[in-house]
């Protein structure tokens, strides 16, 4: 080779290079794009003007504050702790398939956790925590055979009504809840450690659950932490709850329980 020729070769080589980092492989689509752009449109204006430099629709979306995408260009998360966001959870966020973190603690979001989130086909990390979401939980309909959700945090909210007991049947892959700090009511949910074999932290503190510890919680084989501290739990601490041998913490303070723990187990 001459060296001419290396030099032509080293060229093609370049421009290769510059090719496949501007390829569209790498952007996300027009549907995720305007997914993201009406999450936007439904935040109070004082919120969505927060964006409106790096959310430009001219632009790739994986290049916008608070994106990720993974390597073939598709949004994988979605993160806007702390950024005083105002207004509903848009449920267009449902539309990007291929999310799997969302992220939005510490804002003053309001209305509901849009059930379709909850019953995702791929969010597997879903933190709400310290905003002003009310309502119930909900299940969306029709469901998937399967949900990847492994953390929900929507503790500091405004949640009431009966913790959902069936929604997540299909969520084997579930580790953490902490619903903290709202005001469900009816009885402590025991489901997860059935359905879900790695279920290891169930935060229900600061809430009005009422009724007495279920017995299936003893069935939780990787039950480790388990909170319900300042609730309206009465009767005792079952001796089956103890079965759940890899228990670290167990808080039920403020409750109206009674009898004995029994030392010797
Ligand atoms: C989200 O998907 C639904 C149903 O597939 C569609 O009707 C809606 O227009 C989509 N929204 C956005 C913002 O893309
Ligand atoms: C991109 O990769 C994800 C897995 O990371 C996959 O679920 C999705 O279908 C892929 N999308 C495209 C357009 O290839
Ligand atoms: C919410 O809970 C999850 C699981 O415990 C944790 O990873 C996350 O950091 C929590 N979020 C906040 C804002 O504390
Ligand atoms: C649940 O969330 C609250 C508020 O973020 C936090 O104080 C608490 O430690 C969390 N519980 C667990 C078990 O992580
Ligand atoms: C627990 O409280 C309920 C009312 O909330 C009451 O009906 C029940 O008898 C109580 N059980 C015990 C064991 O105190």
């Given amino acids: 080779m001459t060296k001419m020729q290396e030099l032509q070769l080293l060229l093609v080589l370049a421009a290769l290079v510059l090719l496949s980092f501007l390829s569209p492989a790498t952007s996300c689509t027009e ?15 004082d919120s969505s003007s927060k ?13 916008w504050e608070g994106i990720a995408c993974g390597s073939n260009g598709t949004v994988t998360e979605l993160s806007l702790p ?11 966020i449902a539309n990007l398939t291929g999310l799997r973190r969302l992220d939005l603690s510490y804002n003053s979001l309001s209305g509901e956790l849009p059930p379709e989130l ?14 002003r979401l ?8 029709p469901s998937l055979p399967h949900h990847p959700l492994q953390v929900l945090n929507i503790s500091h909210n405004f949640f009431a009504g009966e913790f959902p007991s069936t929604i997540w049947e299909k969520k084997s892959d579930l580790v953490a809840i902490n619903a903290s700090h709202n005001t469900f009511s009816g009885a402590l949910p025991s489901s997860f450690c059935i359905s879900s074999p790695s279920f290891a932290v ?19 084989s990787s039950l480790r932490v388990l909170k319900a501290s300042n609730n309206e ?13 890899m228990l670290e913490h167990l808080s039920f303070l403020k409750n109206g329980l009674e009898g004995e723990l029994d030392v010797n187990r």
């Fill in 118 to 131: 909850i019953s995702s086909a791929s969010v597997a990390f879903l933190d709400v925590s310290f905003n």
């Fill in 134 to 141: 009310n309502g119930e939980l909900q299940e969306s309909s």
């Fill in 233 to 245: 739990i009465n009767g005792s601490l079952s001796d089956e709850l103890f079965d759940a041998s």
């Fill in 51 to 63: 964006f409106s430099r790096s959310w430009q629709s001219g632009t790739s979306c994986c290049t």
């Fill in 202 to 220: 169930l935060d229900l503190s600061y809430n009005l659950f009422s009724g007495s510890i279920p017995a299936e919680i003893g069935k939780c």
């Fill in 82 to 92: 702390s950024m005083a966001l105002e207004g509903p959870i848009s449920v267009s």
């Fill in 31 to 45: 549907q995720e794009k305007s997914s993201l752009l009406q999450f936007l449109r439904e935040l109070s204006p």
